[in-house]
């Protein structure tokens, strides 16, 4: 049995929840207020879900879904998600945030702060793109025409091919952005965030894209 462990159970991360459970997976979910928290959330998923602390979630992990604010990203556990594929469905809002620098002069990106705080972990930054609602209410089987496309990057082929399974699973295609590093082309405020594009278009959203100081 595959067991998809959730580091935050927000929106997104509740609807990969369920996009997990349909697949007949195990969830465990986390929080920042502790288990307890969740009680109601885990009765609502039903079977195959249960709450228990961040670094239990992680360890229990098959694969991993960081889904909280940038700012608190050096609270997730780091030793138990070593060797691990961990999806960052993350993005960087300064209002929600706060400054940081490495942020705002674009030298880095948000996945490639988090995989710098994993640096055994194989992280793919995914899901970042798509309103939590439209992850059930996009989806479509395979091979079904206009299917709406989301973008993945990563350092790791193998921890990609991963996500990109699971992301067709959820009813999705996929485009493959390249490194870690490219994963500013579907960031907030680009041409490819949160909006409805099948694959083709999304090539050409994510080749548009402009880095923030040259808009």
Known sequence: MTTLGLIGAGNIGTALAQV???QGWDVVLSNSRGPETLAEL??????GARAATAAEAAAAADIAVVTIPTKNIDGVPVEPLA???VIDTNNYYPQRDGQITALDDES??????????LPTSKVVK???NIAALDILGDALP???ANRRALAIAGDDEAAKATVAAFIDAAGFDVVDAGPL????????DTPAYVARFDAPALREKLADAKRYKDM
């Open 126 to 128: 995914a899901f970042n």
């Open 108 to 117: 880095t990106t948000v996945s490639e702060l988090l995989q710098a705080h």
């Open 181 to 188: 590093a490219e994963g500013w082309r579907y960031q907030r």
């Open 20 to 22: 997990a459970l349909s």
């Open 83 to 85: 060797g691990k594929t």
């Open 142 to 144: 395979p091979g079904s």
């Open 42 to 47: 885990v009765e609502e998923l039903g079977r």
